[in-house]
């Protein structure tokens, strides 16, 4: 069945769906009334119609500025620098920050041929630039891996031209974790970024 394989492939491709997962979503949306499927396509047109990135910090919005960037509440003397806009959310959902945000959409990678001007890095600078020092602190809050550490050196090398503090989010240990199935990376990192007590 031509249909079937299509929808099957189509669904591959979105994050985290493998060929199970896309055949079981397939099965259940053709199972569903058609007023159920007509409901999903026109939310998902809808979603693409109408939105885009906030012009100041880079995140999803139906309006010029995101909701974040519009709260008056936001501590806005600090930035947190994500790769993505699901970063972004987890952070939120931390309810651990109050600051405002730069999202880069995506991180350096020389490998596959991503500099710095692919990703949203100029434009922090020039928000930093434009805030006349009302910016005095740019949190670095990429993944712990070879892209987001280079993206993290790369910011922090040309960040030392602008008088912000910089920081990064400390790496650790989860908590409920153990400390003999965590491993040395882990662990050395989480050694790195003690604190007080």
């Known amino acids: 069945m031509r249909s079937l394989d299509r929808l099957i492939s189509n669904l591959k491709r979105l994050p985290g769906i493998g060929p199970k997962q896309a055949e079981r979503i397939s099965l259940h949306l053709l199972r569903r009334p058609p007023e159920e499927t007509r409901e999903l396509v026109a939310s998902l047109e809808e979603a693409r ?3 885009r990135f906030c012009r100041e910090c880079h995140y999803l919005s139906e309006e010029p500025l ?11 003397h ?10 972004l959310v987890a952070v939120e959902k ?7 945000y730069h999202v880069l959409h995506g991180t350096l990678s ?16 020039e928000r930093l630039k434009r805030s006349d020092g009302r910016i005095r602190e740019v949190v670095l809050a ?5 892209e ?16 912000v503090k910089v920081t990064k989010i400390a790496r650790g240990i989860p908590l409920g974790a ?15 970024g003690r604190r007080e007590f």
């Open 110 to 125: 020389p490998l596959e041929g991503v500099a710095p001007k692919d990703i949203r890095a100029e434009s922090l600078l």
């Open 142 to 146: 990429m993944d712990p891996d070879m």
């Open 148 to 163: 987001g550490e280079a993206t993290a050196l790369y910011l922090a090398q040309q960040l030392r031209s602008y008088p």
């Open 94 to 100: 931390s309810r651990s920050y109050r600051g405002l």
């Open 49 to 51: 119609r109408n939105i």
């Open 178 to 192: 153990d400390l003999d199935y965590l491993d040395e990376g882990t662990l050395t990192s989480a050694f790195e």
């Open 66 to 76: 995101c909701d974040i960037c519009r709260d008056g509440a936001r501590e806005p």
């Open 78 to 87: 600090t930035i947190c620098v994500v790769e993505q806009p699901g970063d």
